[in-house]
């Protein structure tokens, strides 16, 4: 039969814009949780972290949003730019130095 | 630093055939991590080293995979005999103690069994 891919859910921006990219994390036991872009061609590339004692943390047009209660994380990039373009990977840290990343997201912004 | 280097970037296999994948980690990471991207299972932990030695391998997918890492500056991941279902990206990537910057990926090397 025919193989089926991982589909990877698109969030369309147009240039300007701000994106909020979401993710779903399984382990309530988690303590520490990475965002990653992965840009075609070339591996994962850390963004901006949050440990589990914390709710809100901000780097440079990014800013992460931890939710324990409901074991949300939502990746905001402000004033979204073409090179933003990439597939976004929230992962946690099951364990210890393990960390579990999700299925990611594809960012596309038009310019 | 150059990063964490991996080699080679591309690698094209006859089925049957031994396959070896190198990395360099980042110098003075004590934790190595050997991944498999595609586009079915997306990102997938095979193996982790710490201090050189293997600590989980639950994820190597079966005994055609072995990985080893002879020192802290070197980790190889063979697979043999290769498969066609073998063909995706392989990534190392590398951390520290704390792993506060989680880990560093190398450009990965992208692998095909014909």
């Known amino acids: 039969g025919e193989s089926v891919g991982l589909h990877l859910p698109t969030l369309s921006v147009q240039e300007g814009d701000n994106s909020i990219i979401n993710c779903a994390y399984s382990?309530?036991?988690?303590?520490?949780f990475i965002w990653y872009k992965q840009e075609s061609g070339k591996g994962p590339q850390f963004i901006i972290d949050?440990?589990?004692?914390?709710d809100k943390r901000q780097g440079q047009r990014v800013t992460v949003l931890l939710n324990k209660t409901v074991k949300h994380l939502s990746l905001q990039i402000a004033a979204t730019q073409p090179g933003d373009s990439a597939v976004y990977f929230c992962?946690?840290?099951?364990?210890?130095?393990?960390?579990?990343f999700g299925t990611g997201t594809r960012l596309l912004v038009s310019p | 630093d150059a990063g964490v280097i991996q080699s080679p970037r591309h690698e094209v296999t006859e089925m049957g055939q031994e396959v070896t994948l190198r990395c360099k980690p980042i110098?003075?990471?004590?934790?190595l991590f050997w991944y498999r991207q595609t586009m079915m299972r997306g990102l997938e932990l095979l193996i982790y080293?710490?201090?050189?030695?293997?600590?989980?391998d639950s994820g190597m997918p079966e005994d055609r995979f072995s990985a080893k890492m002879p020192n802290a500056s070197f980790s190889t991941l063979k697979i043999q005999p290769s498969e066609p279902r073998d063909s995706a990206v392989y990534f190392c990537?590398?951390?520290?103690?704390?792993?506060?910057?989680?880990?560093?990926f190398g450009s990965g090397t992208r692998l095909t069994v014909v």
């Open positions: 110098s003075g990471h004590d934790y």
């Open positions: 990537a590398s951390s520290n103690r704390d792993g506060g910057y989680g880990y560093t």
């Open positions: 080293f710490n201090n050189n030695v293997p600590i989980d």
């Open positions: 949050i440990r589990s004692n914390m």
């Open positions: 382990n309530s036991a988690s303590d520490y």
């Open positions: 992962a946690e840290k099951s364990g210890f130095q393990k960390l579990v």
